[in-house]
């Protein structure tokens, strides 16, 4: 406020603190509870455990005074590298097979009527309300070689006598897709909602075919949601450890059981803690291409087209 | 010439709304025919059926003598200007008018001088490279148009393609789309509820109320000769009045009595007999303001009022007048004539006096 100002105005008004320092303070104030909350509850702990992954074990199972490189080198062999090549592929797995499912269902349920849609977002979000290690155990009954899915199938002859679902790879990713489908179906039915239906008309009016119009218009058109379904399903998916734990076999341990196992079996805090550093910075290399990215086609786009986006988040 | 583009017995229902009726309306080719009425009867749905989006329940589409009542709208050479333009927003507008050609495997040689060329023709070339959200509505309006038209569709339809622009970029555009049309010549089915876009603008215009067509004809066939009470109050203004054949003059006029007015002469059009129920239709411009009974005139009626209200509208001034009750809707230019008279004010006493002529006679049998 300039003092011109100050001294034209009632004495009143001067009192009061000038707009902007007001939105300042109000901007401060309201963020400041989450700022603490992601210090405390995220930060700090993402810090020691970066932290930890430097340090040497303790042969009581706690974490030694020293500092060491040792531990994140070692996460570097040959064996590591086996598991973590495996983890990479099936999270994609994982992850593309659920794009397939959820982009059709997410479509499909936001072309229903008002009267449906919450009902049947219902039935996605229903299985959510069930514990997750429950729902692996029963996946564990289904899959199970005498199980009603194998004999089935091994009746009707689809699968050969003797192909097994449980405990390899293929329980793995079935169950993952299982668990992570309601939260990618989520996302793309959101994108979905806000789509303008009117443009698939319009590529079609123009001769574009019903699957040329979905994948030059509509797909385009719900990227944003299909990013969110990616990472909400990739990211987790590379941390798994219970359903490798539980329907899988000898070859499908991930880079989430060794943390698991370093952490809670052998008490050697430092390697787990090194593996998870590993982890973290896969999921974060991609993550900051893509932000980064993102961030340079929108500057070409013009400011207008960046409120627009963001106000349309 | 035979007709370039016909509905045939088209009939349309969503559930248990009947919203499109037995409409049939045939354009030439090359010509622009509006589809005018009422926001909701049922204009957006028949140009539905004209792009394929929609299937009649009965009836057929024809197209250049063939039956396209099955094809699917990418299979048809008709486009479509969508009422919110429906541009593809993460496309330039470049990409946008090249989607049509493109998607008909047009190689990017020409589909690049093609373009060119349209945005050329709609002054867009300095645009190309934006995105729809950072053009105006007008704009958008032209992309949306050359992005249908690089087709070299039959039909082009156009569905209240100004409603979403302000009143001056409204008459520019319209100004534009004539000229587009005299480019491209290409058949428009333009669909409006602005009287004044479709008066404009067409060679024919087919007049809807509630699903079906009430008529159709060219501009003045439609204002100067309403063929219903519908149609006379939604092109123009107009003063409807109820009225019984009192008597038959000779073989061109008749005597009417309107319930309140009392007798008058007008044109017998229709050939109505004696003690015929009909209603009345006359222009306010029609009539004429004079401060005292004027002397008796060839073919003119005329009758005493009071004038209630004056509505100064800079080219004319729009008078109520009140006879028995009856609020009557005069519009006087402002010629020479006129002005040099003394101007009627606000409870004044005049004569208003209208030709025998400028009566126009609806059967009173639809409302
Ligand atoms: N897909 C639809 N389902 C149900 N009713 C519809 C549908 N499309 C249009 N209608 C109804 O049909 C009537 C005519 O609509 P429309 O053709 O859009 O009229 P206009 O374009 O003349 O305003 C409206 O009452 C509208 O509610
Ligand atoms: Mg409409």
Same mark, same amino acid.
């Given at each position: 406020m300039n003092p011109a100002d100050t001294t034209a105005k009632p004495s009143s008004l001067t009192h009061a603190p000038s707009p902007i320092g007001r939105g300042k303070f109000c901007e401060v104030s309201l963020t400041l509870p989450s700022l603490l909350w992601l210090l405390f509850f995220f930060a700090v702990p993402a810090a020691m455990v970066f932290a930890i992954a430097f340090k040497t074990a303790d042969s009581s199972g706690g974490i030694g005074s020293s500092w060491t490189l040792e531990t994140i080198v070692e996460v570097f062999n040959f064996n590591y590298a086996r598991i973590m090549w495996r983890t990479v592929w099936v999270s994609f797995a994982v992850t593309a097979i659920c794009l397939l499912l959820a982009v059709p269902v997410g479509y499909w349920i936001s072309r229903q009527d008002k009267k449906y849609k919450n009902w049947l977002l219902l039935l996605v979000v229903?299985?959510?309300?069930? *514990?997750f290690l429950i729902r692996i155990f029963a996946w564990r009954l289904l899959l199970?070689? @005498? +199980?009603i899915i194998r004999t089935a199938l091994v009746s009707i002859g689809i699968?050969?006598? @003797?192909?097994?679902?449980?405990?390899n790879m293929t329980a793995v990713i079935i169950v993952s897709v299982y668990t992570h489908l309601s939260f990618a179906i989520l996302p793309i039915y959101a994108a979905s909602e806000r789509f303008d239906f009117s443009l698939l008309e319009a590529a079609r009016d123009l001769g574009a075919g019903r699957f040329r119009a979905f994948c030059l218009i509509y797909l385009p058109g719900i990227k944003r949601g299909i990013i969110t379904a990616f990472l909400i399903v990739f990211i987790p998916a590379l941390g798994s450890y219970a359903i490798p734990d539980l329907v899988? +076999?000898? @070859?499908?341990?991930?880079l989430g059981n060794k943390i698991a196992f370093r952490a809670m079996? *052998?008490?050697?805090l430092p390697e787990a803690a090194a593996i998870s550093v590993v982890l973290a910075c896969m999921i974060a290399i991609p993550f900051i291409a893509f932000v980064f990215g993102g961030g340079r086609k929108r500057a070409d786009g013009g400011a207008r087209a960046e409120t627009e986006a963001i106000s349309r988040q | 010439m035979s007709d370039f583009f016909e509905l045939v017995n088209v009939d349309k229902s969503f559930g248990e709304h009947?919203?499109?009726?037995d409409v049939c309306i045939s354009a030439k080719c090359g010509e622009v025919f509006s589809l005018l #009425?009422? /926001? #909701?009867?049922g204009k957006t749905t028949i140009l539905r059926i004209a792009g394929g989006f929609e299937t009649p329940d009965s009836g057929s589409v024809w197209l250049d003598g063939k039956d396209? !009542?099955? &094809?699917s709208p990418n299979k048809r050479k008709v486009n479509t200007v969508f009422q919110n333009y429906a &541009?593809?927003?993460?496309? !330039?507008i470049w990409d946008n008018v090249a989607f049509g050609p493109r998607i008909a495997g047009m190689k990017e040689a020409e589909v690049k001088k093609q373009v060119g060329e349209m945005l050329e023709i709609v002054r867009m070339s300095a645009h190309? =490279?934006?995105?729809?959200?950072? $053009?105006s509505g007008g704009q958008k309006q032209r992309v949306a148009i050359v992005r249908a038209l690089i087709n070299y569709p039959k039909l082009l339809l156009l569905d209240?393609? &100004?409603?979403? &622009?302000?009143l001056k970029l409204r008459q520019y555009m319209l100004l534009e789309l004539d000229r587009i049309h005299d480019v491209f010549g290409t058949t428009f089915i333009y669909v409006t509820h602005d009287q004044n876009e479709a008066m404009s603008l067409s060679d024919h215009i087919a007049v809807m109320n509630d699903g079906r067509i009430e008529q159709v004809g060219t501009p003045a066939e439609i204002y100067?000769?309403?063929?219903?009470k519908f149609v006379a109050s939604f092109i123009g203004d107009t003063n409807l009045f109820d009225a019984t054949v /009192? #008597? $038959? $003059?000779d073989s061109e006029y008749m005597r009417v009595d309107i319930a309140g007015l009392g007798e008058f002469c007008a044109f017998n059009e229709h050939k109505f007999p004696a003690g015929s129920k009909i209603t009345l239709s006359i222009r306010p411009e029609r009539f004429r303001i004079f401060a005292d009974k004027p002397?008796?005139? =060839?073919r003119q009626n005329f009758i005493k009022g009071k004038i209630i209200d004056i509505i100064y509208q800079g080219a004319q001034t729009r008078y109520w007048v009140e006879v028995n009750g009856m609020r009557i809707n005069v519009l006087q230019q402002h010629n020479r004539c006129y002005l040099d008279q003394k101007q009627p004010t606000w409870n004044d006493e005049i004569w208003i006096a209208w030709h025998r002529d400028d009566v126009t006679t609806l059967p009173k049998t639809r409302d």
């Open positions: 229903i299985p959510l309300w069930t *514990n199970h070689p @005498d +199980g699968i050969p006598e @003797d192909v097994f679902l449980l405990n899988g +076999g000898i @070859d499908c341990e991930l079996a *052998n008490r050697n | 009947h919203v499109v009726k #009425g009422p /926001s #909701g009867c396209v !009542t099955a &094809l &541009l593809f927003p993460h496309m !330039t190309a =490279d934006k995105r729809p959200d950072q $053009i209240e393609p &100004l409603a979403a &622009l302000d100067e000769n309403p063929a219903t /009192s #008597g $038959i $003059i002397s008796p005139m =060839d």
